[in-house]
Nanobody, 120 residues
């Protein structure tokens, strides 16, 4: 069974940095797009950043220049380096990945979420 396990959230002051990690485990044939989403209280979940298996990335406008997404294909892992954090970045951050458990099927998997709180 495939699982995504996240780590790295926490409490940080405005201007600080955090690094989120997420690793996929279980029966995995292939991993395509890996991404980070976030959901603040009372708001919809939004896409923060994504990275394709070839390494191309895209970032939400609100985090461009401050966040960096990367992945390690050998470890089926994705990372989110968050710098110059602001209180508006406070949210639960979720890892997401399009994974092929076998060559015949693919589906989207979600991590359990990790809380990021930025104090002013």
């Amino acid at each position: 069974q495939v699982q995504l396990v996240e780590s790295g959230g926490g409490l940080v002051q405005a201007g600080g940095s955090l690094r989120l990690s997420c690793a996929a485990s279980g029966s995995i044939f292939r991993v395509d797009v890996m991404a980070w989403y976030r959901q603040a209280p009372g708001k919809q979940r939004e896409l923060v950043a994504q990275v394709r298996s070839g390494g191309s990335t895209s970032l939400a406008d609100s985090v461009k220049g401050r966040f960096t997404i990367s992945r390690d294909n050998a470890k089926n892992a994705v990372y989110l380096q968050m710098d110059s954090l602001i209180p508006e970045d406070t949210a639960v951050y979720y890892c997401n990945a399009d994974i092929w458990p076998s060559r015949w099927e693919t589906r989207a998997y979600w991590g359990q979420g990790t809380q990021v709180t930025v104090s002013s």
